[in-house]
Nanobody
Framework: QVQVVESGGGLVQAGGSLRLSCAAS????????MGWFRQAPGKEREFVAAISWVSTAYQDSVKGRFIISRDNAQSTVYLQMNSLKPEDSGVYYC???????????????????????WGQGTQVTVST
């Protein structure tokens, strides 16, 4: 099982930027889809962005503002968050999902239940 650890959260004003990092260890990183999810107080955890070997997927509310990328040599996935809004606040979780043999290189899982290795989360707070 792969292990993941997030970093990079913090407090930022609306309109600002943050970059989250997620370091993975324990298995071959390139065999995993990587995703970012977030959870605001009183709300369910929701999908934010994910990346496969060659493709990405985003929640509609972050398209054009967030960019997910990965560095397989460093076993790290990043989430660059720009033009942040107060509604982006929450705990951000990194997660990993082992790629299945039936999946193509462009398949990008976005369902929370597909991911089975989770980090502890990092807090992102966007002030007005």
């Amino acid at each position: 099982q792969v292990q993941v650890v997030e970093s990079g959260g913090g407090l930022v004003q609306a309109g600002g930027s943050l970059r989250l990092s997620c370091a993975a260890s324990g298995r071959t990183f390139s065999n995993y889809h990587m995703g970012w999810f977030r959870q605001a107080p009183g709300k369910e955890r929701e999908f934010v962005a994910a990346i496969s070997w060659v493709s990405t997927a985003y929640q509609d509310s972050v398209k054009g503002r967030f960019i997910i990328s990965r560095d397989n040599a460093q076993s790290t996935v990043y989430l660059q968050m720009n033009s942040l809004k107060p509604e982006d606040s929450g705990v951000y979780y990194c997660a990993a999902a082992l790629r299945r043999s039936t999946e193509t290189l462009t398949d990008v899982p976005t369902s929370l239940i597909r991911y089975n290795a989770w980090g502890q989360g990092t807090q992102v707070t966007v002030s007005t």
